[in-house]
């Protein structure tokens, strides 16, 4: 139950990927042909408001509802990992025109395949697993 | 009420859909967990037992269970936004990104019995997954996807939206790294494998 919230949350997201069109192949392939300022407009404002809520949180101690500090760890530096990685997810990116939340959202319009788009996804997941050792980080 | 889902169902302007995610990504903080989806790849593998034999994986995929909770939200929110908060008009894209698809033999809806918008329905179904077209953009798309959010540790969501926030770096080397891969292969590679 202590999920529920989550529940909520997803639903949100939900209505605001699809409202914001981030969702459309069409706006992702109009992103990348760089024909409209529509996804920048997006990724932009939510970063820039972003970025002055957690100096704000930061700046004011702010923690969790339960009292413990917000997840926002640094993340490392790890070029090759980041690089390569972001590469390829890139490449997934601009042929299916979904990230992975948006993925499931299609699924909530009612465009079945997608799930095998997410299943490949998952698969896909499983063999970084298995390989990682092996790739550079 | 009426109004209020009215209201709501126009199309979005850019600068109402980034503050609406910076909320929801602080809600989420607040909340205890960070903004950031490509994860449920990682915990779907976890819970499907593949712990036992990478041990990436091997952990309590219930400490993550919030996450497919989420998604599970973000599919219901997907058919709301789809259906009772649905655009009076499919999404409007520029003339010269409609051009280029239409040259490539993309249809462009101009009329919702075309289609939302969404995504073309001529590629993303079950009967394209037959052909080649069809295996490599649904298949190993969703395969790059994988692979690669979990090789870079994040997405979209955590990279983009969660990390430049925060101000790191390593996600700013990230989001050039989704760049250059999705202009490869918008421009060089997609012309190609539409024409299959």
């Known amino acids: ?137 | 009420m009426e109004s209020l889902i009215e209201f709501i169902s126009q199309p979005w302007h850019w600068a109402v859909s980034g503050a609406a995610i910076a909320s929801l990504m602080f809600i989420m903080l607040y909340a205890g967990e960070k903004f950031g989806v490509s994860t449920s790849f990682e915990t779907i593998c976890s819970m499907g037992g593949a712990g036992k034999r990478v041990e990436l994986f091997n952990y309590d995929w219930k400490t993550q269970a919030w996450i497919l909770v989420f998604l599970t939200g973000a599919a219901i929110g997907g058919f709301l936004g789809s259906t009772v908060f649905q655009s009076p008009e499919p999404v409007q894209i520029s003339q010269s990104t409609i051009d280029y698809l239409n040259s490539v033999g993309v249809a462009t809806p101009q009329s919702k019995a075309e289609g939302l918008g969404f995504v073309p329905r001529d590629i993303f179904n079950f009967s394209t997954l037959a052909s080649l077209k069809g295996i490599i953009i649904m298949v190993v798309g969703g395969f790059f996807i994988g692979f690669g959010t979990r090789w870079a540790k994040g997405c979209t969501s955590g990279h983009a939206i969660s990390g430049l926030s925060n101000l790191q770096l390593p996600s700013l080397v990230a989001v050039i790294g989704f760049f250059i891969g999705g202009l490869v292969m918008t421009h060089l590679l997609l012309p190609i494998i539409l024409k299959l």
């Open chain 1, 1 to 137: 139950m202590k999920n529920i919230k989550f529940l909520f949350f997803g639903i949100l997201f939900g209505i605001i990927m699809t409202k914001s069109e981030a969702v459309s192949w069409y706006r992702i392939q109009e992103m990348f042909r760089f024909e409209s300022f529509h996804m920048y407009g997006i990724i932009g404002t939510a970063v820039v408001l972003g970025a002055l809520g957690i100096f704000l949180m930061k700046k004011m101690g702010l923690t969790s509802y339960e009292g413990k500090p917000l997840k926002l760890q640094a993340k490392e530096m790890q070029v090759k990992r980041l690089l390569f990685g972001g590469t390829i997810f890139g490449l997934g990116w601009a042929m299916t025109g979904a990230c992975p939340g948006p993925l499931y959202t299609l699924v909530g319009h009612g465009v079945w395949v997608i799930f095998v788009i997410i299943a490949s996804g998952v698969f896909g997941a499983y063999v970084y697993g298995a390989l990682r050792h092996k790739l550079p980080h």
